[in-house]
């Protein structure tokens, strides 16, 4: 019989080194440096000449990707706005150089509509003295810096539009494609305003490879061409009767404030991704495999719905847990995959999509039409952002005996699931994951292992 609890410890330790390797700030550190009036970001270099440098930096990992960049160019550097989250009491407070605004989340708030006040007015000081802009985007920025492109939208409407995207099952860039239609900042409208600025743009990203334009909803880079008509997202998920009429006159009404075009787009500037899930997926990859686990990452199980995401992870482990079985060495597996699967919020308990995720494998492997009922395995969910939903965790561990547990205490797993309610259920189980805000956001990691 496999040992359970040291497979437990194993996962948790692939996650927690997971998080050490995807840190934000460090990553700002390793791509910017100055040499005289050069800055070197990555592969590309830029002559400052007298110029000096703002920035702006939105989102979870705002604060120590702007610490980063500060350490980097020094003295260059004049002014910049950090919007990011709650701070804790043990976070560095920001240089006297940088203004603070925490902003809303997962929904904006008014503090949002002031950041994006004050957005504006560093954007107008650094267009006139023709300055290099370096803004920091990463995930949660959507919400925590806004401006409605109407003037007849207001924070309630924002905020009920933004709660009805959340919890629809919508893809992260259906949501978008909806939110920049009302907003006056994402798809590149907030870059915009300072056409006659150098600009770049050094991303954390939470959402899939290649569509980094996504992330905060984009407000450095212009939507892609593919992008989905929010028209057509809002009817699929019938939003029509949810979302705030004024929210609805701003979808159908195609906005009078375009977004930028491809050409004025690559007049703006260069963007970097500097982290995202890809990178985390082979670190925890090669975590698993410095401790015996021989590993494969599923990447192609990432956004699916929340419903089909699960059995197939589930599957997938099966299938490379039978492979072993004649092969004495392949006895210790590990699977990674990522992303985030598509989850409706079905009731008013407290939880979020990895907690369900990890809720759903453990009914899973009770299914009677799937081998694994016979599999010892665990699996690890969560957010590398610490925070899953609207709980305090960043998500759950369960193996092939947590229902089992479950019931034996009386606890009925369908009726937490039913409910949305998968924290409380691992909160009875003691199998919550609680991380605390981690700083940054590179989407979810599974790590799912058997021997």
Request: hydrophobic letters at 40%; glycine letters at 8%; a neutral charge.
């Amino acid at each position: 019989m496999p040992n359970l609890t040291q497979l437990r410890l194993a996962a948790r330790d692939i996650f927690d080194e997971t998080l050490r390797a995807v840190d934000a700030g460090e990553a700002v550190r390793r791509a910017v440096h100055l040499k005289g009036s050069q800055l070197t970001v990555q592969d590309a270099t830029i002559e400052l000449s007298n110029r000096w440098i703002y920035s702006i930096a939105i989102g979870k990992a705002a604060l120590p990707k702007a610490l980063a960049l500060v350490d980097a160019i020094g003295e260059r550097f004049i002014r910049g706005l950090i919007v990011g989250p709650v701070r804790t009491p043990e976070a560095c407070v920001p240089p006297s150089r940088w203004q603070w605004r925490e902003g809303g989340h997962p929904l904006p708030t008014k503090t949002s509509l002031v950041a994006a006040e004050e957005a504006f007015a560093l954007l107008d000081r650094a267009n006139k003295e023709r300055a290099l802009l370096i803004f920091l985007i990463s995930g949660g920025g959507s919400a925590m810096l806004e401006w409605p492109i109407q003037q007849g939208i207001a924070l309630a409407d924002l905020r009920m539009a933004n709660k009805v995207l959340i919890n629809c099952g919508a893809s992260i860039v259906e949501i978008n494609s909806v939110r920049r239609a009302f907003s006056a900042v994402k798809g590149g409208r907030l870059a915009a305003r300072a056409p006659n600025c150098d600009q770049i743009t050094l991303i954390v990203s939470d959402v899939p490879s290649g569509q980094e334009r996504n992330v905060a909803s984009g407000p450095t880079l212009a939507p892609s061409r593919d992008a989905p008509d929010p028209r057509e997202v809002t009817a699929r998920y019938r939003l029509d009767t949810k979302l705030p009429r004024q929210v609805l006159r701003a979808i159908d009404a195609k906005s009078d404030a375009p977004f930028p075009s491809d050409d004025i787009a690559s007049l703006i500037g260069n963007h970097f991704v500097l982290l995202d899930n890809d990178k985390a997926l082979a670190v925890a990859a090669k975590a698993a495999r410095q401790r015996g686990f021989v590993t494969e990452i599923s990447r192609d199980i990432n956004d699916q719905r929340i419903e089909e995401g699960c059995p197939e992870i589930l599957k997938r482990l099966e299938a490379f847990h039978m492979g072993g079985v004649h092969n004495p060495s392949r006895n210790s597996i590990c699977l990674v995959s990522g992303g985030e699967f598509a989850c409706p919020v079905n009731g008013s308990g407290i939880g979020g999509r990895n907690q369900e995720t990890a809720l759903r494998l453990a009914l899973e492997s009770e299914n009677p039409d799937l081998q694994s009922r016979s599999m010892a395995f665990v699996a690890l969910c969560a957010g590398t952002d610490g925070i899953d939903g609207n709980s305090p965790a960043a998500g759950a561990i369960v193996d092939s005996t947590t229902i089992q547990r479950a019931r034996a205490i009386g606890l009925d797993p369908e009726d937490f699931l039913k409910r949305s309610d998968a924290y409380s259920f691992f909160v009875a189980l003691g199998d919550a994951i609680t991380t605390g805000a981690t700083g940054m956001n590179v989407r979810d990691i599974r790590i799912l292992l058997a021997e």
